[in-house]
RNA sequence: GCCAGUGUAGCUCAGUUGGCCAGAGCAGCUGAUUUGUAAUCAGCUGGUCGGGGGUUCGAAUCCCUCCACUGGCUCCA
């Protein structure tokens, strides 16, 4: 007999050979009916495949992420059978799940597809989903899998075969298809109800632009039709909240032909959310002593051949003007320019650690399908700042820039965002990363360190460090589901060498600085776009372009209104009034549309009392106040930046 | 930059087997209405149908090309 340990603590015993469905079926019919895999031992697991040791098991149904992901992976594999019985030949390369659906990558040789194609092939997976086909496990040695794709002539699945252990080497067959996997997969096609393709796109063959562009379908598919109407409904209402959209519709932000892509026209109403963002950057800067400069949007080459930047970040710069035989760059980056204020004058240890902060207008030559709203732009203003520090100092310093993060990340009330520490990849040493690695490997323990010890959650990735040093992104997304890096604190430990920074030590030596570079707010591009969908136009009053409109319930009582308006601007209160000869309900909705937080509507009985009805966006009404008493608590919410509506 | 798609008024959209002066709602303007918590009524204005070229007696509609945008890939704050 096996023992079979369920997540409960609970242990059966089953004979040998047992499978994950069928222990389903002995607890309940409905369950089994929901089974699409288990883990077996913390290992994805078929659950019609038999087990013969003593394991742990647990059941996977739609409900468990894992479940999903092995559902929509065996979609894919239906997708593959129906685009192979429309185009003979094709042949496949990877087809796993992703965060909403799958896709699979393939190569159909000179055809292109269509967006009829994309219909037929949905069509034909419907069909083949109909079959109720099962999955078929199948392990193989690898000398027969080499040979099966040979006669098949997919030098594709050989690549994939070239770096599998002989011995470890399973094929799923369902209906008419059979592909290289290791699985596991769900019981039969049956299970997969509604499908949906959503679009086909280009992809480089192993992310690598210098490869075949291949030719990948994306897809998502349901146990039913009705989640599937519902993930829809919710794409529909994830398009309402989206930074293009409502930055249009509230008059934050514009993009013209004659200006260029990539290069936002900011209105009146977005100036006043980067006044507002501003000010808090520097009471906040001011009060952890940092200086602010002010630095040219322009620098000739060489500032970028001594930084280093040129080589590694050419590219994304706008190409040079010369002028007098010199060559100018537009700046990508604020760093180089800082250096230099740094090295204006002799420095001494006692004048560290320096901070030097700057609001800095940077251009970079963003590729053209790049470009997004306001979330990756060719013209960007960064909220930014260098740390010169000494080692002993860095810690703190580091420390407290991450905690400056979440000051903000409190104000703003942004809850879903991941710390990434960024490491470098090893094998790019003297590519992509500087040739340093001892220095690599003391920075990035000194990055992890702070993390560790202040108790921040972070997730570790290779290969997403800065050239000069590693870092911590924080990772946000975009309502339709875009990841973006908000915000960035890096360590550079190779461009104060690079420009001969030097502090003289207590000793009487010379010493370079480490350097940190932060942008908390990342850049008003970003942020701003980030806070649209963030707070799907509802700015909090602090923010809000216009933070209060007052509504007249008719000429009669314009003088009350104008009377109310000199007051709320002499608090310093962004108002206005709405002097149309219109109806109240007719103000009230165009008002309650604009998004303005407060909605102060005057008539007879107001203007006999001196009182105001007072009207908050989404909230409706709010009763009668005091005009001195509503300005009191309006000016106290925006001075404590607020940031529940 | 690459793959696929889209482009009609400020916004949302009609209009294609090529054929009456290219339409509607909202917004805007003018006038009337003086209004109590999410749309008052009437009239008017507004479009080189993304730009350029071609096919045709005739092009928003078909073809070519450029531009911009959208969804991906690659790249990044």
Known sequence: MVKITFPD???????????????????????????????????????????????????????????????????????????????PGVKFWVGPPVENGFYYDMDLGDRKLSEEDLAAIEKKMNELAKQNNPYVRKEISKAEAIRYFEDKGDEYKLDLLQNLEDGNITFYTQGAFTDLCRGPHIPQTGLIRAIKLTN??????????????????????????????????????????????????LGIFTFDDDIGPGLPLWMPNGAIIIEELEKLAKDTEEQAGYKRVVTPHIAKENLYLTSGHLPYYQDSMYPPMELDGVKYYLKAMNCP????????????????????????????????????????????????????????????????????????FKIFGIEKYVMRLSLHDPSKLGKKYVDEPALWKETEALVRDVLVRTNTPFVEVQDEAAFYGPKIDVQIWSTIGREFTLATNQVDFAQGRRF??????????????????????????????????????????????????????????????????????????????????????????????????????????????????????????????????????????????????
């Open 200 to 249: 086909i796109a280009g992809a480089y063959w192993k992310g690598d632009e210098k490869n075949k562009q291949l030719t990948r379908i994306y897809g998502i598919t349901f146990p039913n039709q009705k989640e599937l109407d519902e993930y829809l409904h919710m794409l529909e209402e994830a398009k309402k909240r989206d930074h293009r959209k409502l930055g249009k519709e």
């Open 500 to 645: 001969k920074l030097e502090f003289t030590t207590k000793e009487n030596t010379s010493e370079t600085p480490l350097i940190i570079h932060r942008a908390p707010l990342g850049t008003h591009e970003r942020f701003i776009g980030f806070l649209l969908e963030h707070y799907a136009g509802n700015f909090p009053v602090w923010l809000a372009p216009l933070q209060v409109k007052i509504l007249p319930i008719s000429d009669k009582y314009m003088d009350y209104a104008q009377n109310v308006l000199e007051s709320l601007k002499k608090a310093d209160i962004r108002a206005a009034i709405d002097d149309r000869p219109e109806k109240i309900g007719r103000k009230i909705r165009d008002t309650e549309m604009a998004k303005v937080p407060y909605m102060l509507i005057v008539g007879e009985k107001e203007k006999q009392e001196h009182q105001l009805s007072v009207r908050k966006h989404g909230h409706g009404d709010m009763g009668t106040k005091a005009v001195a008493a509503f300005i009191e608590e309006v000016i106290a919410e925006i001075k404590n930046r607020a940031s529940e509506q």
């Open 337 to 408: 320019h800082h250096h230099k204020i740094f090295a204006a004058e002799p420095r001494s240890y006692k004048d560290l650690p320096y901070r030097l902060a700057e609001y800095g207008t940077c251009y970079r030559y963003e590729q053209s399908g790049e470009l997004f709203g306001l979330m990756r732009v060719r013209c960007l203003h960064m909220n930014d700042a260098h740390i010169y520090c000494t080692r002993e100092q860095f810690y703190e310093e580091f420390k407290s820039v991450n905690e400056m993060y979440l000051k903000y």
């Open 9 to 87: 603590g609970a242990v059966r015993e089953y004979r040998p050979g047992i499978t994950a469905m069928e222990i389903a079926e002995g607890i309940s019919r409905g369950l089994a009916k929901k089974v699409l895999a288990a883990t077996v031992n913390g290992q994805v697991w078929d659950a019609v495949r038999p087990i013969y040791n003593d394991s742990t098991l647990k059941l996977l149904t739609w409900e468990e992420a894992e479940g999903k992901s092995t559902f929509w992976h065996s979609s894919a594999h239906l997708m593959a059978e129906a685009v192979e019985s429309q185009f």
